[in-house]
């Protein structure tokens, strides 16, 4: 049994600092342990007791009759690596770590989380400043949550792991309220040691898991979370994160939780994409998609059918479902006529979509006839019931016309229910059919189904044996000519183009490149020139020494310096601008794609990828960066424009991306804006580029 599963299933648990009182926070794990039914021994540490409840008390962990599978620290921050060291050097498999006032408070506190980590060796840490874990499948609670309290909960296929103690008690409790049945839920809190991929690939593995929900306050380890999240794809297991942190505020808070760096929320978007993680967007999302996932149907498409007894509620769902991009058509022909031989008469409404079957909440034959109907119909992937306030007088009987029929199909059913009758949505949910006490929810786990069966782990670029060499560029910043020849030698495509010093030497460069050309400085101080009058674009070869003459003077009038090179260039039009450009953070690099010109940060259409640690972007996810776009159709032939080189894009994309995978730390800063895509079968052409070296 390797640590992890030592720790989630030991046979054996020491509490070190267990109380006699069980209403103190000490005093808990023994009692909840008692409570929930624990299997194995229990061992209680404390100097002051000889005895805990029926249990004997060991004065140190010194003194304990066995080596113990999990050490359960009650113990403050100033004594507890105290316990971590003793029962190290006991051989005890993992250590739980509750006490808080560790790196998340300040230096001093940092000094402590090491000092922990030191007195651990080679044991494995869970926490500091965790809440513990609780394994519902064997009824093993080690934890001192205030949730514990209640006496059953449901037993489920859904694995949380939560970076903050306080949310793990709120979701086990949340669940229990609606019916959701969880397996295993962890607090990993300031992760010293065990940490989200651990329990993510532990959970891949786990028969008893069927979908992984993550409460994330930064991922500290994203190579190695990468890793896992991409093995619990490949057994199946699908990943479900709420990523907390999203405004600037949230993120502030977030690392002063935790204690560790947090990446930007956009790059979080594009690690969560490229390694199969369903984004929750809402608090209430972590658990309504992971419950519409843990039923184990698969959504094939986007039509979904309605059923209802109440018109108003079917609307509200019909609309949301709408806005979100899924289709709910009206029954085809044969649907239609199988649905009116169920209900004859003017009540019912079943030429359109929602359906109206008015007395299905009062027959459960019809119901049953209706749901049957529905799921056998070529015309649907998946249906919503909406269960109204007649279902309030008998829950069962509805239930269980529901439950009937789901053995007939695999398409995903789910309920709306929508009178407030939280025990009708539970009923459900434990049942077999996800229940919603709100429109919005139905299409969040839509959405999540969606996405769970979308997913296609990303290929990467594979580097060369060998980078092209830099050795003749500078270090610092590159002026735009500099950082052109950079990326050709990686194979983008860059606009032809001069160095001058002088009009004369424009002017001949401009009959060289005409018949139109531009005009630029070439600085590698002034990043925006534009900003400052250091372009024109368009110019005859004749108009090019007088313009020149003039821009040095706005220039120096702009900027407060004279610039004495400039860049005659090759006019580029016809194409679509994008930029093409790079960034790093605490999530490790990423390629970004957006709308270019003078107008990339106003429009902000941009989609992101992270690396693979194997290379640079493949050509596929190249592609689909490209289609992400809110402007793809301007890429695509909208209104009759020309369909531009997307090919030649994707080209462009992979060799940026292997450049910046290959100079890897030497490469500080890169930004191709604009990049010109030309219409099909043109190319793709740089026609501006910014680069920093270190």
């Avoid at 949380?160 to 397996?183: D, E, K, T, Y």
């Avoid at 049957?372 to 309030?392: E, K, M, N, Q």
Wanted: charged letters at 20%; proline letters at 6%; aromatic letters at 4%.
């Amino acid at each position: 049994m390797d640590a992890v599963a030592r720790l989630v299933s030991p046979r054996s648990v020491a509490v070190i600092g267990a109380s006699a009182d069980p209403t103190k926070t000490s005093g808990r794990p023994v009692a909840y342990l008692l409570k929930h039914g624990f299997a194995g021994r229990i061992l209680p540490v404390n100097p002051k007791a000889d005895r805990i409840g029926d249990l004997p008390c060991w004065p140190d962990v010194a003194s304990l009759p066995e080596v113990p599978d999990v050490g359960v620290v009650l113990l403050g921050a100033e004594r507890a690596h105290v316990a971590v060291r003793e029962l190290a050097a006991l051989g005890c498999g993992a250590a739980i770590v509750l006490a808080s006032g560790y790196t998340e408070t300040g230096e001093a506190g940092a000094l402590r989380q090491r000092q922990l980590v030191e007195a651990a060796g080679t044991m494995r840490l869970l926490g500091p400043n965790t809440i513990g874990l609780v394994n519902l499948t064997d009824r093993i609670v080690l934890s001192p949550s205030g949730a514990l309290e209640m006496d059953e909960f449901p037993v489920g296929s859904i694995g949380v792991v939560s970076q903050s103690g306080g949310i793990l008690g709120s979701l086990l409790s949340r669940a229990a309220a609606r019916g959701i049945g969880l397996s295993k839920l962890v607090a990993t809190s300031n992760e010293v040691d065990l940490e989200l991929s651990d329990f993510i690939e532990y959970l891949a593995d786990d028969p008893a898991t069927r979908v992984i929900a993550l409460y994330v306050e930064t991922v500290r380890h994203p190579e190695r979370f990468r890793r896992a999240c991409l093995k619990a794809a490949a057994a199946g297991t699908p990943v479900v994160a709420f990523k907390i942190g999203r405004s600037e505020a949230g993120a502030r808070a977030a690392v002063s939780h935790t204690g560790a760096m947090a990446g930007a929320d956009a790059m979080y978007d594009a690690l969560f994409r490229q390694v199969g993680v369903i984004r929750a967007r809402t608090f209430a999302d972590l658990l309504d998609i992971p419950a519409a996932l843990a039923a184990g149907r698969r959504l094939q498409g986007r039509r979904i059918a309605i059923l209802t007894s109440t018109g108003g509620a079917g609307t509200l769902v019909s609309d949301d479902l709408g806005v979100a991009g899924f289709d709910t058509p009206a029954p085809d022909a044969a649907t239609a006529e199988a649905l009116r031989a169920l209900q004859t008469g003017s009540e019912a409404v079943l030429d359109r979509n929602p359906i109206d079957v008015t007395l299905a909440g009062l027959r459960p034959d019809l119901l049953r006839g209706a749901i049957r109907t529905l799921l056998a119909s070529p015309s649907y992937d998946a249906l919503v019931i909406v269960v109204g306030s007649s279902s309030l007088a008998m829950p069962e009987l509805m239930a269980g016309a529901i439950e009937a029929c789901l053995p007939e199909s695999d398409k995903p059913v789910l309920a709306y229910v929508s009178p407030h009758a939280p025990e009708v949505g539970a009923l459900l949910t434990r049942r077999g059919v996800p229940a919603f006490a709100a429109a919005e929810s139905c299409t969040a786990a839509l959405a999540g189904l969606l996405a769970a069966r979308h997913f296609v782990p990303p290929a990467c670029s594979l580097p060369g044996t060998s980078a092209p060499s830099i050795d003749d560029l500078p270090g610092g910043s590159l002026d735009e000519a500099q950082a052109k020849r950079l990326f050709a030698r990686f194979g983008v495509p860059c606009a032809a183009e001069r160095v001058v010093t002088d009009a004369d030497a424009a002017r001949a460069a401009a009959l060289e490149l005409g018949p139109r050309v531009v005009l630029k400085i070439l600085s590698s101080t002034i990043t925006h020139k534009s900003d400052v009058g250091g372009v024109a674009v368009n110019l005859p070869p004749e108009a090019v020494g007088t313009r020149l003459l003039q821009m040095s003077d706005d220039v120096a009038r702009g900027a407060g310096v004279r610039p004495d090179r400039f860049l005659v260039q090759q006019m580029v039009d016809g194409g679509t601008e994008l930029i093409l450009g790079m960034h790093r953070d605490a999530l490790g690099p990423a390629i970004l794609l957006g709308m270019g010109g003078v107008t990339a940060e106003l429009f902000k259409d941009t989609t992101m990828r992270l690396l693979p640690p194997e290379g640079g972007l493949g050509r596929e996810d190249a592609a689909s960066m490209a289609r992400e776009l809110r402007t793809w159709p301007l890429l695509d032939g909208f209104r009759g424009r020309s369909k531009a080189d997307v090919d030649a894009l994707s080209d462009a994309i992979v060799a940026f991306s292997t450049m910046v995978a290959q100079l890897g730390d030497r490469l500080l800063e890169a930004e191709i804006n604009p990049l010109f895509v030309l219409p099909a079968g043109h190319g793709v052409c740089a026609a501006d580029g910014v680069a920093v070296l270190a």
